[in-house]
Each structure stands twice: as C-alpha cells, then as structure tokens.
C-alpha cells in the first residue's frame, strides 16, 4: 500500500520494534528483501536529512539487537530488554540503566524458580529482563500470566509482569519501553516529538503515544491499534517499510 502523510515538522528519528514489526510473529524466515530495502534508506539517512534515521525500541537482548544494528546498518543509539539498557555499535557499547541493581536480585530469584518449572523456560541472553515462553507450541497467555503470578506472590517478588504475543515478560518496576524511549531521546538529543514509532501490541502502546507520528502492523493488538495515529493493512515489515517510506516523502514535502 501507498500512505500519504502530512506532518507538521521534519522527522528525525523512525524508532521500530522488531518482533512483529521486522520479524513476523511464529519464528518464521524474515523477509530479507524489505529488510535490504529499509536498510538502504537508513545507509542513505547518513547524508539525507529526509530520510530519518532507524532505531530501536525493543524487549530482545543486546546480542540480537546488535546483530540487527548491523543487518538494518543503524549507526544510533538503541533501546533493548525493554528500557533496562542501550547499546552503541561505534562505539561498540552497552550499558544497563542507573540504579536498577537492587531489583536485579528479585529478577535473578524468579529466573532460577522458573527453571525448577518444567512447564516454562526462559529465553537465553537477557540480563536486566526476563522472557518466560511456554513449553506447550499453543500460546495461551492467561495460565502462563496466573503461573508466574503466583510465583511472584509466594515469593513476595517486586516484578511486573508484561504480556507479549508470544511469551510473558518479566520486567523491573519502573523500567519499561516508555522509560526506554525517553533515555533514548535523551542519548540522541531528540524530542519524542521529532521521533516517528511502530509497534505491535500491549507494552508499546506507552512510549508509541509519545511519539509524533505512530504506526501500527495488521497484526498488532486491536488495542495498539486503537492507540496510533496510523493503523496499516500490511503486517510486520511490510508495514515498516510502508511506514519509513511514507516518512521520507512527508519529509520531503516539507521541504
């Protein structure tokens, strides 16, 4: 599809999540074509001041993040583990937010009683986070979501839980995409304002809002879509590349 945008003012930044948004929910193959497209216009933001460049907003670890800062050729700074950390890649750095170090302890008591579950298990690599995914192929969050409840109840845990489409996500309090988002434009010298997101369910809806303009997939949450100010028809990157494109041309018109 062709989108038509008219934004107010020039924007900088186009922040993406990457699951549903880059990578179709299911673990499927990506789309290594949209993705080449959209990592040419990034390459092209270097010298273009139309074509925003492509950040990060997302719950994956740094060694995944980082490997999509090389394959999309992101040159910023960008937000993984859901706001709990940044990462660089030249310079190559990654670094976790100030003064979470207590609440890290609670984090490290559930991951070691999700491990004596043998319903459950942790997704490898993340360090200030935690993503719980069924055993079972079939995702239903509810019993996964009232499982880790109790566990968090008994054992008096100050952790919130985050449902995602695929898995639960376990974050620290007060430490969240929106956070994310906010130390991020605070790195960048960006205003949430100037920055341009896409998201595709619950736990982006906070830091989407902040944004200037927000897009959302065709398989993103009705409730995320209910929250942008573009719901697309086109799923995952698709609509990515739909959305980036129609912000070099808003840019443009803009002269």
């Not at 107010?8 to 074509?33: E, K, N, S, W």
């Not at 040159?75 to 859901?82: H, I, P, Y």
């Not at 996500?169 to 949430?192: I, M």
């Not at 304002?193 to 989407?208: F, H, K, N, R, V």
């Amino acid at each position: 599809m062709t989108l038509t945008l008219a934004t107010a003012h020039p924007i900088r930044v186009f922040v993406v999540d990457i699951d549903g948004c880059l990578a179709a929910i299911g673990h499927v193959d990506f789309d290594l074509p949209a993705l080449d497209r959209i990592a040419a216009l990034n390459r092209a933001s270097g010298d273009d001041p139309t074509v925003p460049t492509v950040s990060f907003v997302t719950g994956r670890p740094h060694g995944y993040i980082d490997a999509m800062t090389q394959a999309l050729a992101t040159r910023v700074a960008v937000s993984f583990e859901n706001g709990a950390g940044l990462a660089t890649r030249h310079p190559y750095r990654a670094w976790l937010a100030s003064g979470i170090e207590g609440a890290l302890d609670h984090l490290h008591r559930l991951e070691a009683l999700v491990n004596e579950r043998p319903e459950m298990f942790l997704q490898p690599g993340k360090v200030a986070s935690a993503s719980v995914f069924p055993i079972e192929a079939t995702f239903d969050p509810g019993p996964l979501m009232a499982d880790l409840r109790a566990i968090i109840d008994e054992h008096e845990l100050d952790l919130v839980l985050d449902p995602s489409n695929e898995c639960v996500n376990v974050l620290l309090p007060g430490v969240d995409k929106e956070s994310g988002l906010s130390w991020l434009c605070e790195e960048l010298g960006v205003a949430p304002g100037e920055m341009a997101g896409i998201g595709d369910s619950a736990g982006d809806i906070g830091w989407l809002r902040r944004c200037g303009v927000s897009f959302a997939p065709g398989n993103a949450s009705a409730e995320v879509r209910d929250a942008v100010t573009h719901a697309l028809d086109d799923d995952d990157v698709a609509a990515t590349l739909t959305a980036y494109e129609a912000l070099v041309r808003a840019n443009r018109a803009l002269g």
